[in-house]
């Protein structure tokens, strides 16, 4: 099982793009990187998934480097509201017994 | 339904008492997954199923916990003898089939147990 490596905490302001790095050196060939988002009080919530190369959705972008070794998630202008922890998960989600397996995430603050 | 429903949002147990947690799945998902969280914590995970059968139990801690899903639809995690270290949040997620692209876990407000 691939283990991830991210910042414990960020910090950042209204209005700036905050990006998050997550190391994964051993990242399989079959492994996808996902990212869920948990606010205080809620469960965890998917935000974005990809293989390679870049993904766009409405909430974020995921910026993938050819060796796969390490991807990141870029929220363009946060708001109070992105407040929350973090999470990167790599596994082979196609293969029959992929287990998603939470670190400790990224807790980033977004000050006024 | 329209989400992952569990209950109680809260128990309060004394020591040595059993407690049942419960977990309502999105309609139609195959996969549930029970995980722990402790405060300040990611969730770490005990056991899943899909369908009825339990796939891996590997995180359960001890034999006090077990889980079941008779009909392949609505879950119960029980921890018998409850110990103060059992407390904790337990979340329930759900996915809609294991092994497809963008597959992603839908999770439940958890089970608040305070085990006194």
């Known amino acids: 099982l691939a283990k991830t490596t991210q910042p414990i905490s960020m910090d950042s302001y209204e209005g700036q793009e905050v990006n998050i790095t997550c190391s994964h050196n051993?990242?399989?060939?079959?492994?996808?990187i996902t990212w869920y988002q948990q606010f205080p009080s809620q469960g965890p919530r998917f935000i974005i998934q990809?293989?390679?190369t870049k993904v766009t959705n409405e909430v974020a972008s995921l910026f993938i480097p050819a060796d796969r070794k390490s991807s990141t998630l870029s929220l363009p202008r946060v708001s109070l509201s992105d407040t929350a922890v973090y999470y990167c998960?790599?596994?082979?989600?196609?293969?029959?017994?992929?287990?998603?397996?939470f670190g400790r995430g990224t807790s980033l603050i977004v000050h006024p | 339904g329209a989400g992952v429903s569990q209950s109680p949002r809260y128990k309060v147990t004394k020591r040595g008492q059993d407690v049942a947690l419960r977990c309502d799945p999105i309609?139609?998902?195959?996969?549930l997954y029970w995980y722990r969280q402790a405060l300040g914590q990611g969730p770490e995970f005990l056991t899943y199923?899909?369908?009825?059968?339990?796939?891996?139990k590997s995180g359960l801690p001890n034999d006090r916990f077990s889980a079941e899903r008779p009909e392949g639809s609505i879950s119960t995690l029980t921890i018998q003898r409850t110990e103060q270290r059992d407390s904790a949040m337990y979340r329930c997620?759900?996915?809609?089939?294991?092994?497809?692209?963008?597959?992603?876990?839908?999770f439940g407000s958890g089970t608040q147990l305070s085990v006194l």
């Open positions: 997620a759900s996915s809609l089939a294991p092994g497809r692209i963008n597959e992603k876990l839908f």
């Open positions: 051993n990242i399989a060939t079959n492994d996808y």
């Open positions: 990809g293989y390679k």
């Open positions: 998960l790599v596994g082979d989600i196609q293969g029959g017994s992929y287990i998603p397996t």
């Open positions: 309609s139609g998902h195959v996969s």
């Open positions: 199923f899909n369908y009825e059968a339990q796939q891996d």
